[in-house]
């Protein structure tokens, strides 16, 4: 047995390898990229494991159901908000179900460290009836992928397995086992099960359904739900909160615990549960999913519940040690020092010399002669020209939504209606509302600001770029004149914002590309 | 036997190299561990930081909590102040005293050090002169885990060997730089805490390791160098006023 330093992503990555791999798929997002990295990197040469990024997670998704489909294993990995990019694919592979076995790992982002918003991936996995393990550590995050797999093959069905930012960025050593060998190449021939048409969908669904009691069978009996009865307080620790749990109580604890890693809840173990406490606190990082459940709509008598809903545990944000401990109702521990307070904040910035910090001064100066400009824009390096001293972009929403808000904006009678995108975003969500204000003809300006990489992930590959960008652009319907190339560097700064303003003149739809290679790729490819 | 420590810096300054070498001594030692780190938007020149455990029992959460850090570990000195809450009543600092300025308000440094002084329980080292005296001001980083070591529960040729991997890919040059810059850094840990069990105030302590020649500092000359300057004031003055650093072994053998 080996025992390796691994990042809960990595733990990921390495079992789906030993569960006998034979594609990865995912867009890179923090807090998951390192999922694919890592396989990428392990697996690189062996020529073994069919490891690119795609252009956006539904991409990635339905590679992944392709891979299925063929009889292969395929794990697809990104971040929570990834799966609503996903999410036509996925909660329709769990009405196909699946053939070879099919693992989605996603990372949430309780606390929102490099997110827009902090949703559950446990509600996706219950809105679409499939199975769901939450590791409380690396080891687990091992062990599962492997269980995850067999699983997914066993059932038929499409396997969840949620991280959270802590797990998935904490590394700690994990014991390996003996790879299991890829499947063959063995496509499925249940046409009907794969085809839904309304006719075969609902017997399809109708199977789904049927699936139901077994999974819940499999919660039940499952390992990684551990019930243990003691005295009449309660606790319900789901996934890495039971390590924050753990962490506040010493052996000798009188506590009665359910400590959750596999879904669909329980009821079986909790009913047991609850029938022998009459307090009842619910630990959970994101969403108070497991805690609503069992209050239902009206609570339950005779036994108080506490969490999230009820104010023991803040609504909102990542769960930690300290949380629990004054959920516990635990003296806080005596400290060397009090915090700090107003201390000078250290926020992140773009780098000294990034071609971005060229583009938007070039941008700030062409939007001057107009009253209050704002600028839509998109999720990358770029979005940190919200702060000082640029304060040059004045929105972000979801991946691409910079181009059809600025649309919206234009189609309300807003001027000047200017997008600003990176280059990989474009290809990840731009080039449709693209084609779609080209086709209106809407007086929109767009940034591509193409730098030739994933720079705010670690400089993974961009799909759109350099010619390729331009063929793109153009084949959207972009006329040439109106497409223009700027190279955003200090010296070319009035030249820039030339064009800028003769674009911003024109009614119609302009692409101004913005073009100067990432420093931080020109770095990692030195090095 | 449990450590808990919090690592702390700027974006950039090569935090997780720090985890890297500590995780593995630990691993090597046998020990538990568990390391959260800041991926993403952070490292683009935010406070990042990196809870570091490990011990010969379990270890439960990725967070140490609030209260029960043993050591905070910082390549720059403002960045200790955003976590010494972490730290227990008997927890100590590392920190470099070189500031990271990379925001308009950047405290006072001398106020810094002066806060630092107050709290009292620090090893101070000043890690880009350090660097530099070892070859190249990026292995500050390893200038701050020399001068942690002695904190830490590794014999030196272990956490030596993890410096020597994490840098193996990038030539035998940077190796050696950096094996140079953790050696130094453990030299001037020991030396600034001779100094200052030996009675010099904090503040002048962190003033005399600027003067001292780095390549030369030996830890043994700590004690001397206290009694010395507590004999002769004028000794410290004078060595403050000089152009140039002196060799450590000067107090031995006034010029
Ligand atoms: S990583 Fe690249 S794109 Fe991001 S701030 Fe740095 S230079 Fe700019």
């Known amino acids: 047995m080996q025992r390796e330093v691994l990042l809960g992503d990595e733990a990921v990555g390495l079992g789906a390898i030993h569960a006998g791999l034979s594609g990865v798929y995912g867009y890179p997002g923090t807090p998951s990229t390192e999922i694919f990295e890592f396989v990428e990197q392990r697996t690189a040469g062996s020529g073994g494991v069919h490891a690119f990024w795609s252009t956006n997670e539904k991409v990635a998704y339905e590679e992944a159901l392709g891979m299925s489909w063929a009889g292969k294993r395929a794990l697809v990995c990104m971040k929570h908000v990834g799966l609503n990019v996903a999410a036509d694919a996925f909660m329709n592979s769990a009405v196909t179900g699946t053939n070879g076995g099919l693992v989605l790992a996603v990372a949430d982002d309780p606390g929102m460290h490099s997110s827009q918003n902090e949703q559950d991936s446990r509600v996706y996995a219950q809105f679409a009836l499939i199975p769901c393990f939450e590791p409380r550590d690396q080891q687990e995050c ?241 979005t940190l020209a919200a702060f000082p001293p640029l304060e040059a972009i004045h929105s972000c929403v979801a991946m691409g939504a910079s181009i059809g808000m600025a649309a919206g904006a234009a189609h309300a009678g807003y001027r000047p209606a200017v997008a600003a995108i990176g280059d990989s975003t474009f290809s990840h969500g731009g080039i449709t509302p693209l084609l779609s204000a080209v086709q209106q003809g809407v007086n929109l300006k767009v940034i591509v600001l193409d730098n030739g990489t994933v720079g705010m992930t670690g400089t993974q590959r961009s799909m759109s770029t350099g010619d390729a960008l331009d063929h793109i652009i153009l084949g959207a319907g972009v006329a040439p004149e109106h497409l223009r190339i700027i190279e955003p560097t200090p010296a070319n700064h009035a030249a820039n914002v030339q064009i800028l303003r003769d674009e911003l003149a024109w009614d119609g739809t302009s692409v101004i590309i913005a073009r100067r290679t990432c420093l931080e790729a020109i770095k990692r490819k030195a090095s | 036997m449990q450590t808990n420590i919090i690592l702390a810096g700027v974006g950039g300054q090569g935090i997780l190299s720090i985890a890297y070498v500590i995780d593995n001594a630990a691993l090597d030692a046998g020990f538990h561990f568990k390391q959260a780190e800041v991926h993403g938007m952070a490292q683009r020149g935010g406070a990042v930081q990196s809870h570091l455990r490990y011990g010969d029992g379990p270890i439960h959460s990725d967070l140490v909590p609030t209260g029960r850090a043993d050591l905070v570990l910082s390549v720059e000195p403002l960045e200790v102040m955003r976590y010494w809450h972490y730290l227990s009543p008997d927890g100590w600092v590392v920190a470099s005293v070189t500031p990271y300025v990379n925001i308009p308000d950047y405290p006072e440094l001398d106020g810094l050090i002066e806060n630092l002084a107050e709290f009292g329980r620090v090893v101070l080292v000043d890690s880009s002169l350090i660097a530099r005296a070892a070859g190249n001001l990026r292995a500050q980083n390893m200038v701050v885990v020399g001068a942690a070591a002695p904190l830490l529960h590794f014999p030196d040729s272990t956490l030596e060997k993890y410096v020597e991997m994490l840098f193996a890919g990038k030539g035998q040059k940077t190796v050696d730089v950096n094996i140079r810059a953790f050696r130094l850094g453990r030299a001037a840990g020991l030396f600034f805490r001779g100094l200052v069990d030996g009675g010099l105030s904090i503040p002048d302590a962190v003033r005399l390791c600027r003067k001292i020649d780095p390549a030369t500092v030996d830890p043994a000359h700590g004690p001397a160098w206290a009694a010395a300057i507590h004999g002769d004031r004028q000794l410290l003055e004078q060595v403050l006023a000089g152009e140039s650093t002196v060799p450590c072994d000067r107090v031995a053998a006034p010029a």
């Not at chain 1, 609504?315 to 004054?326: A, F, I, K």
């Not at chain 1, 400290?335 to 000078?344: K, M, V, Y």
């Open chain 1, 142 to 382: 091992y062990d599962m992928m492997i269980e995850a797999f067999d699983l997914s093959e066993e059932l038929a069905l499409p396997v969840m397995v949620r991280l959270v930012t802590r797990l998935a960025h904490s590394r700690s050593g994990v014991a390996t086992r003996e790879p299991r060998p890829q499947n063959a190449l063995h496509p499925t021939r249940e046409i009907r099960k794969w085809t839904l048409l309304p006719s075969n969908a609902r017997v399809q669904y109708r199977h789904l359904i049927d699936k139901q009691p077994e999974l819940l069978r499999r919660a039940e009996n499952s390992v990684h739900n551990r019930l243990t009865l003691a005295g009449r307080r309660g606790v319900i620790a789901c996934g890495i909160a039971n390590n924050y749990f753990l962490e506040n109580v010493d052996d000798g604890h009188d506590l009665s615990v359910l400590s959750l890693a596999q879904y669909p809840v329980p009821a079986g173990r909790i009913r047991r549960l609850v029938e022998h406490v009459d307090d009842l606190l619910v630990l959970e990082d994101g969403y108070p999913v497991v805690e609503n459940m069992v209050r239902g709509l009206f609570g339950l008598d005779g036994v108080r519940i506490r969490g999230r809903m009820t104010g023991e545990v803040p609504r909102t944000g990542e769960l930690n040690p300290d949380l629990v401990r004054s959920a516990l109702e635990l003296p806080p521990h005596a400290t060397a020092h009090q915090p700090s307070p107003s201390l000078a904040g250290r926020p992140p910035a773009l780098c000294k010399g990034c071609p971005h910090t060229d583009t938007f001064r070039a941008l700030n100066e062409a939007l001057s002669e107009f009253e209050n400009p704002q600028v839509f824009s998109d999720i990358g390096c770029y």
